[in-house]
Structures are given as structure tokens and as C-alpha cells.
């Protein structure tokens, strides 16, 4: 697939087959995701994959901050579509059936807050599209970080941020392709 195929065609995939996806291929996916740029060349990404037991813990946290943090604001932007908000529960007590977490962690720099958040961004960026164009798909997420503090014991982590937590596996759904916002540029002085 082109870069603009792969941009195009990418979707959060939220259902799973339960096929495990083979080490290697997550290696791959993980070493075009370094290639991200990052403030003053830093690289202050850290991911961590996980399967098995943990995986099933991390499910139970993932749906315990649907549950505190998360349905209260979903309800509120979706309130003509309870619909929505049952599958979005759904996918976090499950995180879609996903074979494999990856876990995306940012380290701070002397750069600050916005600009390690954003490195991390381009990193997870180049991550889902990587995923993508190799048949797996894969879903950013940011809900099950206010629990982060459990993620982290339960991964060992104590030093780190926690940006966002990436279900992937091979796809068990075809999304629907959304429509794109109109207005979102502002030219100036191009008359």
C-alpha cells in the first residue's frame, strides 16, 4: 500500500480475531514507530507489550475506568446514542478481544510537557499505520490512562508517564469510513 492508501484506510479497530500476532511482526511495527520525530531528537518513547495473564488484568483495570472516569463525559457527548455508549463499555471490559496491548509510556525532557506529549503522539502515529499497512489493526486510546497508576504496578513501571494504551491484533470488523470535518484550516495571506 502507498503512504496515502495506508493514511486513508486506517480506522480504530475495536473488535479482534484471536489470532496471536507473531513477536516479529510487532518488532517491525515497534522499530518504524521509533523512527518518529520527537523535540530536540529525545526519543522519550518507552513502550511496553503485553499478552497473557496481565493482559487479563489489564482488561479489568481498562473497564474499571469506564466504569469511574470515562461514562459520565461519553454520556454527555452521546446522549441521543446510548448505543454507542454500551459498545464503548463493551470494548473496554474486553479491549476488543485484542491478542496484544502496547502500552505507550512518554519519559520528560528538558523540552517540557507539550512537546514530550507530542513526540510520543508521533511515535503512536507512526505506530497505527505501520500496524496498518502489515494487516493489523489497532486502537489509540486514552480512556484507561486515568487509571494509570494501576497500569503502571501492574507492569512495573514507576518512573514514567503513560500516554496511551494500544489494543492490536488481526481485525474481526470493517469500520466504516467516517466523514472528515469541514472548516479546519485557517488560511492567511494567501488572497
Known sequence: MDLETVI???????????????KELIEEILDLAFWAPSGMNQQNWHFVVVRGAKLTTLRGISKRSFDEHVETNLSKVFTDKPKIVRATKRFFSTLGGAPVV??????????????????VAAAIQNLLLAAHARGIGACWMTGPTHLAADIDRLVGIDDLRLQAVIPIGYSDV???IPT???GKVQWIGFD
Do not use: N
Open 8 to 22: 486513508r484506510s486506517r480506522r480504530s479497530i475495536r473488535k479482534f480475531k484471536t489470532d496471536p500476532v507473531p
Open 180 to 182: 472528515r470535518k469541514g
Open 174 to 176: 470493517r469500520p466504516p
Open 102 to 119: 502496547i502500552l505507550a509510556y512518554r519519559m520528560s525532557t528538558v523540552e517540557g510537557e507539550s512537546t514530550d506529549t507530542q513526540s
